[in-house]
Each structure stands twice: as structure tokens, then as C-alpha cells.
């Protein structure tokens, strides 16, 4: 019997629609008609006013909180599921609630799993993220999960800039991996950062793990909220010697103080993605668009072609 090849449609959340356009160009499509009601309680209603019956629909919407964006993804996967869409893969530039990843202390939730399911029991058939907070937050679904890194964006940037004496930076314990694989690629030193938080988003003690002295310093990071720890390391670093300090953050959340932290910090760049929309401008801030990326994945995803190239580390 023939494989039947089907249709596919793209549709994008509110708060992505700048980038779901972007996606949608790059991948040679229009982006999907939907429609969100509001009920003056603030419930809403997403509607697909076209038909999507027996297609592959691409949902695209970053989860980040409040709880709206994660509610409108699995409200419009569900909508997807009951007017038999025949594939229905979630593209989620940013996971949120990912730094729930685990239990840190007794009673409280693991709400990245929680988050894992929700999608899944909505109708997902496929998941594409990319740079989540912790690799193994794919290990919490059931379905299929295309783990992007924004390395492929970051990179030929970072090469463009033709700095000497690079030194990449974790800001981070945990982030040391993700700091080892830009310096191999990039063949330069390493230096990490350790922290010890008082409370979430307050630093009680920061120290470097390396020397800086004479070195143009780019901090890795998944995600910058209110940032606190870059600006506190590149601070730091400039105190120890380093010529330079940028910063490259995936997911530009920015939330608090961020954009003060950062006018009044040492900090010369901070590269982001356009995975969330920035909620004001900042001449401090370089964005790097993330759809050409996602549009090649879902093409290949569609034709059922491998994406192995785009898993760059």
C-alpha cells in the first residue's frame, strides 16, 4: 500500500505569532487562521477556522509563564485532537517550567514531568524544543522529542566576532557542560563561575573557577531571567583582569529587574534568541532569530528525513 503524504499547516500561539510568521516564511507556508475568544472572566477559546482534518499541524508557542501560554498550547492541541488532525507536533521554542526538574527539597512538585504530560494527554504527537533547561527532560515523555540547541545560531555568531584570547564561561556548576562543548568548537579555555543562592533569584556568594586575566569572556547560559548571575560574573570578571564579558542566553525571560541589572552591569552584550518576545528594547541586547532553525527541522520532520545535522552539541 502507498504512503499517503499529508498536508501540512502551521499555527501559532498569541504570544509567538511574531515568530510563528517568521517560521511559517521560512518553511514556504502561511501561517494558520485561528481565532482566540476571551470571556470577560478572562477564559479564552482558540478556534481553527480552517480544516485541519487528516493534516500535520505545527503548534507554535513558547510556555513560559503565567500559565496563559501554557493553557492556549494545550488548548489549541486539544482543538487539533478533536478536528482529526492526523499529526499534531507542539513546537515549543522555550519549555517552561523546566527548572522544576527534580525535588530539590521535600514537597514540591517535579513540574517540568507534570508539564510533559499535560501535552501529551492534550494530543501531542511530537514535541521540537530547544535548549531545555536539563537534557533529560526529555526522559519525561513518551513521545518523540527533538532537542534543539541554539548552538547552531550562537556559533557562526561568536566565530563572526573574531575575538582573541576567547574564553568561554559557565555562570554556573551546572551549565560546565554546555560551556565544555562551546570551547570545543570553538577551541578555547574554559572558566566557570560558583554560586551559592540564598533564595531563588538572590546570590548570597559568587566565585571563579579559572583565571580571566587578558581575556574576552563569553558567558553560556540556557536562559537569562532576571539577571542576576550574569551580570554578578561579568562583573567579577572584570574585577580579575578580562578585556571583555558578553553573554550568550538562549531564552531571554527577563523578568524583575533584568533590563535595569543589565543597563548598570559590565556587561558589554548579551545575545539572545527570539524564542520569547523581548518585552522592551535594549541597546545592550543582539537578537538572533531562531526560525530558520525550526523551519528546516519541521520540514525534515515532515518529510521524514533525519535531523541529526542540527544536533550540534
Known sequence: MPIVKTEAKIFACTQSKVLGEKIAKAFGADLGNVITSTYSDGEFQPSYEESIRGTRI????????????LMEMLLMIDAAKRASARHITAVLPYFGWARQDRKDKPR?????????????????????????????????????VDHLFASTIFLPYLKSLNLDNLTIASPDMGGSKRAYAYSKALTSDVVICYKQRAKANIISHMELIGDVTGKNVVLVDDMVDTAGT?????DLMMERGALSVRAICTHPILSGKAYENLENSKLEELIVTDSIPLSQKSDKIKVLSCADLFAEVMEKVHNNQSISSKFVM
Open 58 to 69: 505545527f503548534i507554535i508557542g513558547s510556555t513560559n509563564p503565567g500559565p496563559e501560554n
Open 108 to 144: 514540591v512538585p517535579i513540574a517540568a514531568k507534570l508539564v510533559a504530560k499535560m501535552l501529551e494527554a492534550a494530543g501531542a504527537t511530537r514535541i521540537i524544543t530547544m535548549d531545555l533547561h536539563a537534557d533529560q527532560i526529555q526522559g519525561f515523555f513518551e513521545r518523540p
Open 230 to 234: 550574569l551580570t554578578k560574573a561579568a
